[in-house]
């Protein structure tokens, strides 16, 4: 069906506050990515989901950053207690997720762009 | 050290020219390779993948693998004003999901 869908697509908060974003995958896509990008710099790997397994959080910046996936499907990215250097774009990308295949197509949502004042 | 590193740039060559895009790659274990373009302000969308030593051709578009090197390149032949983006090479190793992007190459080609 559609693309990877994300919302909301711009997100304006005051520093302190909580968000939540959504990503809503390709349908069948069992391997889910969030990512972070700041202006003018690259992907930084945030989380990684595959399937019924245990996320790799390993990219996670600290503990006020969470995220789950609910059903294999949509996935929620949290940051709590929001400071002014989280304002970034938050890109959430899927891919198949078959196992023993060669690194695999991600693709990418639009993105959240957040702001914290 | 970054595990993927490109040069930021910007390129600028003029409309018709290649384009020789660069990234280098730290991890000897890396299995898959990957350019991404990224026009500004949009999401990244995948242009060509290559897994083996060598050159592999897609249009205008050649990806080039050295793993001894532990370098991939991407050339742009006839390359056009609509090219003109930011370019990020990833890098994952073999059944593992986590890719590690660099920071991205702009490239401006030039009427």
């Known amino acids: 069906g559609a693309g990877v869908s994300q919302s909301p697509s711009n997100k304006v908060t005051e520093k302190g506050k909580d968000v939540e974003l959504r990503c809503d995958p390709i349908?069948?896509?069992?391997?889910l990515y969030w990512y972070r990008q700041s202006l003018g710099q690259g992907l930084e790997f945030l989380i990684y989901?595959?399937?019924?397994?245990?996320?790799?959080k390993s990219g996670l910046p600290s503990d006020r950053f969470s995220a789950e996936r609910t059903g294999g499907s949509v996935s929620t990215l949290t940051i709590q207690r929001t400071q002014q250097e989280d304002s970034a774009v938050y890109l959430c990308?899927?891919?198949?997720?078959?196992?023993?295949?060669?690194?695999?197509?991600?693709?990418f949502g639009p993105g959240t762009r957040l702001l914290v004042l | 050290q970054k595990e993927v590193e490109q040069n930021s740039g910007p390129l600028s060559v003029p409309e018709g020219a290649i384009a020789s895009l660069n990234c280098t790659y730290s991890d000897r274990g890396s299995q898959s390779f990957f350019w991404y373009r990224q026009y500004s302000g949009k999401s990244p969308e995948l242009i060509m993948s290559?897994?083996?030593?060598g050159d592999k051709e897609d249009g205008r578009f050649t990806a080039q693998l050295n793993k001894a090197s532990q370098y991939v390149s991407l050339l742009i032949r006839d390359s056009q004003p609509s090219d003109s983006a930011t370019y990020l090479c990833a890098v994952n190793m073999f059944n593992f999901n986590k890719f590690y992007f660099g920071s991205g190459t702009k490239l401006n080609v030039k009427p």
């Open positions: 989901f595959q399937g019924n397994s245990a996320p790799d």
């Open positions: 290559i897994y083996s030593n």
């Open positions: 349908s069948g896509h069992t391997a």
């Open positions: 990308a899927s891919s198949l997720g078959a196992s023993g295949i060669r690194g695999e197509t991600q693709y």
